[in-house]
């Protein structure tokens, strides 16, 4: 036998006494993608199924189809070798994916059915030895859950919006990123070609880290995020300055999710209903009217949307989600259940599960990165 494959003989009976699986026997381990989709998540579940195959001599891939319904209702594909090759590149998910929000999860479904029995049903049926779960934020509330319910669970840190509490990044924010500073790029020659100032409403609702970095990135002069309320008069001020400058032209930045001062005081309830009560289609628009109806210029809005989650992963995610993969094959290895797969200082380690769930991470406007931006000459429309 050669020393290569002694080696790896080695590193097999090391992986499977880790879990639990002897020699000779079948890891089982489910695959599900949750929530919104982005460009590497194929990417990710390439990097976990390529190194469970070279862990164990036996291994099973479920994959679960359309996410937690998938898990409910027992929809899933008995994955083969092939099905992960030539994926690295593709964007969205094989899988296919869903929005199950968490608030659901403790309401019965249109039978009557238990949601959190039925995943539960599904997982010892099928004699999973781990589920692995690629979702955001909601998503990784339920496998919380699932865990708290004494499921094995390894959670993958998957979002365009950078959000998830105790991680560094999440696979598909630089992709995202890139795609929206391409948006912000392509509008600078015809902004400057008319002279108008034009608006790019970049996607995050309630966190900031994806028009922060692409308006940096794309050269904006205005950035507008949910962590810094805006002032309609700071935000006009600062277009006048640019003018008064020489510059015939301004971009802004602005986050889905981006509120004036004036709505932030507002409690959860009132602001959900004058958010209801919008003439514009969103927070784009408004700015775009109330700025014309102020200064007479003419504004024109921009919508990458669902752009930014589309597309090939970059290489920078394409290493990050192989590199996370890789981390959760070796916790199932381990049998370190429980834990998300994180990125701190550009090492892959990871957290207790319960750490992140539910939690969100915000930009600090008080960060590094925002003064820096404003040393640049960007305003955040606060003053």
Known sequence: M????????????????GCGIGPGETIRVGLLTSGGDCQALNATLRGIAKTLYNLYEKAEIIGFLDGYRGLMYGNFRRMEKSDFSGILTRGGTMLGTSRQPFK???????????????????YRRLKLNCLCVLGGNGSQKTANLLREEGLNIIALPKTIDNDLY???????????????????????????????????EVMGHKVGWLTLYAGIAGG?????????????????????????????????AVAEGAISKELA?????????????????????????????ITGQEVRVTVPGHMQRGGTPNPYDRVLSSRLGVRAAKLIR???????????????????????????????????LVEEARLLGLSFGDR
Do not use: W
């Open 2 to 17: 050669s020393e290569r494959k002694k080696a790896k003989k080695t590193v097999r009976k090391v992986a499977e006494s």
């Open 104 to 122: 659901q999860m403790s309401v019965p479904d249109e039978d009557g059915n238990n949601r959190v029995e039925l995943m539960k049903a599904t």
């Open 166 to 200: 105790g991680t560094d990044e999440t696979f598909g924010f630089q992709s995202a990123a890139e795609v929206a500073a391409d948006a912000i790029d392509c509008i600078h020659t015809t902004a400057a070609s008319h002279g108008r100032v034009f608006i790019v």
């Open 220 to 252: 904006a002069d205005i950035i507008l995020i949910p962590e810094i309320p805006y002032d309609i008069n700071a935000v006009v001020s600062a277009l006048k300055r640019r003018e008064q400058t020489g510059s015939k032209f301004s971009i802004i």
């Open 265 to 293: 005081g507002l409690s959860k309830k009132e602001l959900k209903s004058r958010i209801a009560e919008r003439k514009h289609p969103s927070v784009a628009y408004e700015l775009a009217a109330r700025i014309s109806e």
């Open 334 to 368: 381990e049998g370190g259940f429980g834990r998300m797969v994180v990125v701190k200082n550009n090492e892959v380690t990871s957290i207790p599960l319960e750490e992140s769930a539910g939690k969100l991470k915000m930009v600090d406007p008080h960060s590094s």
